[in-house]
């Protein structure tokens, strides 16, 4: 059941999708698309506040990537890896006339509610060779590697995007988003954008694409990373000296990268 915010929310959003993010938002830096928090169309200037009426600062960015990024499609198939409880995605791909067919992995218990259509995991998912226009993921990539005790072994993003690439048909889309300094794997925590764009082979993927949401925050406030995940981070980040890690810890802020992307090579 959705909140009446998120109702009332959604029923707005619905009559004016596609004319609210019809103006430019964004400019190119260094091979990133940056949406400055004043110039997003969420973005209240009397108010000096995001309109986007429910959700932490970062949660409302990705309400409005998922409104700017997914309502560009219509009458497509698309699967989501990691769907949750609820799906906001979800409502605005079905709002354009698209179909969508969720996965999760978490193992099915009364206590844990969830809309995914189908068990599945991104390592191994229960569908034929070339079944969706799109793949999405929300807040789910840098978890992909995580162990769970229901999966034998540790999955690797090779193997991950590799069955993303098979399940698509030829020409067919990714679109993830991710927060960064927040938590999951490390290369996400420690902002290397580098190292998360080598994770798309371009013998596989091409079009790639990364936009940069609340990265450029003014004039709302910094997002500090949150010290109930910076708690666990020594346990993720190996690979980075520690005062890397810290000085993330110390003066980073949480922003949201989006990536996508179009499949290539054989179908």
Same mark, same amino acid.
């Given at each position: &059941?959705?909140?009446?915010?998120?109702?009332?929310?959604?029923? *707005?959003?619905?009559?004016?999708? #596609?004319?609210?993010? $019809?103006?430019?938002?964004?400019?190119?830096? =260094?091979?990133?698309?940056?949406?400055? %928090?004043? &110039?997003?169309?969420?973005?209240?200037?009397?108010?000096?506040? %995001?309109?986007?009426?429910? /959700?932490?600062?970062?949660?409302?960015?990705?309400?409005?990537?998922? =409104?700017?990024?997914? *309502?560009?499609?219509?009458?497509?198939?698309?699967? +989501?890896?990691?769907?949750? $409880?609820?799906?906001?995605?979800?409502?605005?791909? +079905?709002?354009?006339?698209?179909?969508?067919?969720?996965?999760?992995?978490?193992?099915?218990?009364?206590?844990?509610? *969830?809309? #995914?259509?189908?068990?599945?995991?991104?390592?191994?998912?229960?569908?034929?060779?070339?079944?969706?226009?799109?793949?999405?993921?929300?807040?789910?990539?840098?978890?992909?590697?995580?162990?769970?005790?229901?999966?034998?072994?540790?999955?690797?993003?090779?193997?991950?995007?590799?069955?993303?690439?098979?399940?698509?048909?030829?020409?067919?889309?990714?679109?993830?988003?991710?927060?960064?300094?927040?938590? @999951?794997? =490390?290369?996400?925590? &420690?902002?290397?954008?580098?190292?998360?764009? $080598?994770?798309?082979?371009? @013998?596989?993927?091409? $079009?790639?694409?990364?936009?940069?949401?609340?990265?450029?925050?003014?004039?709302?406030? !910094?997002?500090?990373?949150?010290?109930? +995940?910076?708690?666990?981070?020594?346990? %993720?980040? %190996?690979?980075?000296?520690?005062? +890397?890690?810290? !000085?993330?810890?110390?003066?980073?802020?949480?922003?949201?990268?989006?990536?996508?992307?179009?499949?290539?090579?054989? /179908?």
């Amino acid at each position: &059941m959705l909140s009446l915010k998120k109702r009332s929310y959604l029923f *707005s959003v619905k009559t004016k999708l #596609r004319k609210e993010w $019809n103006t430019p938002y964004s400019f190119e830096d =260094e091979g990133f698309t940056v949406i400055p %928090c004043r &110039m997003c169309p969420k973005f209240d200037s009397d108010k000096n506040r %995001c309109s986007v009426p429910f /959700g932490s600062p970062l949660r409302k960015c990705v309400t409005a990537s998922i =409104e700017a990024n997914l *309502s560009v499609f219509s009458g497509i198939h698309a699967l +989501e890896i990691g769907c949750g $409880n609820w799906s906001y995605a979800k409502q605005i791909l +079905e709002h354009t006339g698209s179909s969508w067919v969720g996965v999760d992995p978490l193992p099915a218990k009364k206590k844990i509610k *969830s809309i #995914r259509t189908t068990y599945g995991h991104a390592a191994s998912l229960p569908f034929d060779n070339q079944s969706f226009d799109l793949v999405f993921g929300i807040q789910t990539l840098e978890h992909f590697v995580d162990r769970h005790e229901h999966i034998a072994e540790a999955a690797s993003y090779e193997q991950c995007l590799g069955e993303i690439w098979r399940v698509l048909k030829p020409g067919g889309a990714i679109y993830f988003d991710v927060p960064i300094h927040h938590h @999951g794997h =490390e290369m996400f925590i &420690m902002g290397d954008t580098e190292r998360i764009k $080598n994770l798309f082979h371009p @013998g596989m993927w091409k $079009n790639l694409s990364f936009q940069k949401w609340r990265y450029d925050y003014a004039p709302l406030a !910094k997002y500090p990373p949150r010290p109930g +995940e910076t708690v666990r981070w020594p346990a %993720c980040v %190996c690979s980075y000296p520690a005062p +890397e890690m810290e !000085k993330v810890r110390d003066h980073g802020f949480i922003w949201l990268l989006t990536i996508q992307a179009k499949k290539t090579g054989d /179908g």
